[in-house]
């Protein structure tokens, strides 16, 4: 693969990434991953790779040379990005990942199996039976929910282990936070075990993000102390209420409970089947990829799913005993348990699933359709490099027009085509500076001197084809800079006669006369059309300034900011003279108005 054909596949890549949050991942030559990243916009990142490469530090442009192939897996928001980034860095330590030496995790809320359970803050999830919530990527989100927690109920905090022979014996006496009301005295026996176990229910309720219950118990609280005139507290329900009614209490990487476990989803069109594969291990994804199966006998779902699910298992060597799927599929591996979910967590991981591939097989099509346009491209610049027996394929064309106003103000103007499409960030205009008056032939041998004399200068790439709108006369003119330059043989040049669409080439006299239909005709004249528009587009500038020049520069009294100052509110000579003379006094001032009024229309006399 050429440095070319290289790049291009990156960008075929990068296009048809989507605007969504996920992971992405850089594999080099030999096919491992070299780097794994997350972001809020994955097209925006991972396109910014390989954009303004002259501010990209040594090691960055060492690791974007390396690439070879780009990955990526989208998530629900920019939070599950940065924890599937986490799961995977550990999972694979890319070389270009920074490696975290104290194996930091994310926090997660603890509710734990014990008596009187307590709930907390924790970075270690001990399977002991206790329930854990998470994880999340903001430490301060998990603050606000535990104070939140124990502002709504009087949990305790102490680690005593309240049994109810240690309870019974008197073991222990209450402490200071049930002086201040923080806890009810469950280790003294002020607090029965179903009445602490309420309040617990209330917690799962809302770590789980089944929140309404709770809400609406706020609402009636905050109602009445309202209704008491107690507005203080009123106040501060309603900042709990708006700390439920925004917090989203779980990630799509959430609950430890479920472990081990396999996703299978299948997104199909005409010739094709895509299937996505997750894999779950203690609530986190920590593996992903979609598939591509291609039909060779119309197969359907039920088989695509099937099939799918044998190979990749075996390819990842699972011994997971659950496989999630969106259909029944017949298979029977074992003492694997097959789950089509129908609500819950795991309802959500298939839809997620789901998701990645139907995006996996739109990506695909956006792929083959691209590929078709480059298809084309490449035919029609074969048949001009053909057409006009040049020696290589027109992948970079410019094109130039002159152009004056009545005789005045020569200017050029130059169109550049890229891949048979316009580049218009490379497009120029030319006033001409050595020529005096109305002469094409110098004027069109000075834009081409200045135009390559400066690409070489800043050793730029030159095109393979330059185009000259005008005869015989026009391209003998730019023929002569081009040989001044010492380019000739190292850019076809080529003149475009206006009446018969004739071709001319340099010391040529007999011009050639392509088919009006054929494909290479078409594309010249539709970039010497474009130069055509971008030229007039100049002119058009300028007439509009000798316009304004000549109605409010000679104005006495009106000076350049107030000029100006017109034109941006009325927007033309023509609007100001139509407005309300109190508006135009009110906007400059009475003097002045008059002195503009009073030029403006004696001009029209």
Excluded at 431 to 457: F, Q, W
């Amino acid at each position: 693969m050429t440095e070319n054909e290289y790049i291009d596949y990156l960008k075929s890549l990068i296009e048809v990434l989507p605007d969504k949050p996920g992971v992405y991942q850089f594999f080099d030559s030999k096919g491992d991953i070299i780097y794994i990243g997350k972001a809020r916009d994955l097209k925006k990142r991972v396109a910014s790779y390989f954009t303004n490469a002259k501010l990209q530090n040594n090691k960055l442009r060492i690791l974007v040379r390396k690439i070879a192939d780009i990955k990526h897996f989208i998530v629900e928001n920019e939070s599950d990005a940065l924890l599937l980034e986490n799961n995977l860095i550990k999972k694979y330590q890319p070389r270009y990942n920074v490696q975290l030496k104290d194996d930091k995790s994310f926090p997660w809320i603890c509710v734990k199996n014990e008596p009187f359970p307590r709930v907390f803050i924790t970075r270690n999830v001990i399977r002991d039976g206790s329930v854990y919530y998470g994880p999340y990527t903001s430490v301060n989100m998990v603050r606000t929910l535990l104070e939140l927690v124990r502002q709504l109920f009087t949990l305790r905090t102490c680690n005593y282990k309240l049994t109810t022979e240690n309870i019974v014996n008197q073991k222990f006496k209450v402490c200071l936070e049930y002086h201040m009301a923080n806890c009810k005295g469950p280790c003294a026996g002020y607090q029965t075990t179903g009445e602490y176990d309420e309040s617990i229910k209330y917690v799962h309720q809302i770590l789980k993000g089944n929140i309404f219950q709770v809400i609406d118990h706020l609402k009636g609280l905050m109602r009445k102390y309202a209704g008491e005139y107690k507005f203080e507290e009123a106040q501060i329900i309603k900042n709990k209420i708006s700390i439920l009614e925004k917090y989203r209490s779980k990630s799509m990487i959430v609950n430890p409970k479920i472990d081990d476990i396999e996703v299978f989803s299948l997104a199909e069109e005409e010739t094709a089947g895509y299937v996505n594969y997750l894999r779950i291990v203690r609530g986190a994804i920590v593996q992903t990829q979609t598939f591509e199966l291609k039909k060779k006998l119309d197969e359907s779902a039920k088989e695509l799913l099937s099939l799918a699910i044998v190979d990749i298992r075996q390819r990842m060597d699972s011994t997971a005993k659950e496989i999630i799927v969106p259909l029944e599929t017949g298979l029977r591996l074992g003492l694997v348990k097959f789950t089509i979910p129908h609500r819950g967590e795991k309802k959500k991981l298939l839809e997620l699933s789901e998701r990645n591939a139907k995006f996996h097989m739109l990506e695909k099509r956006k792929q083959n359709e691209s590929a078709k346009v480059e298809e084309r491209v490449d035919r029609i610049l074969g048949t001009v490099m053909k057409d006009l027996r040049l020696k290589e394929k027109p992948v970079h064309i410019e094109c130039f027009d002159n152009s004056n106003i009545m005789g005045k103000s020569p200017a050029a103007s130059c169109v550049v085509y890229k891949n048979a499409k316009p580049s218009k960030k490379d497009y120029r205009h030319f006033t001409i500076k050595t020529v005096k008056g109305p002469n094409d032939y110098a004027s069109m041998e000075e834009i081409i001197y200045r135009r390559y004399k400066r690409i070489l200068e800043e050793n730029e790439s030159l095109p393979q084809l330059v185009i000259i709108d005008g005869g015989k006369g026009q391209l003998s003119a730019a023929t002569k800079s081009v040989e001044k330059l010492n380019l000739r043989g190292k850019t076809a040049i080529i003149g475009v006669a206006k009446r018969l669409e004739e071709i001319y080439f340099p010391d040529d006299k007999v011009p050639l006369y392509i088919n009006k239909n054929s494909e290479t005709l078409k594309l010249i004249l539709q970039i010497r059309n474009e130069a055509h528009r971008f030229g007039i587009k100049l002119h058009r500038n300028k007439r509009e300034k000798i316009m304004i020049k000549s109605e409010l520069d000679n104005i006495k009294g009106i000076g350049e900011k107030t000029r100006d100052e017109l034109l941006k509110k009325f927007g033309s000579v023509d609007s100001i003279i139509k407005a309300n003379p109190v508006e135009i006094e009110m906007f400059i001032g009475k003097n002045r108005a008059g002195i503009l009024l009073k030029a403006l229309h004696k001009n029209q006399e």
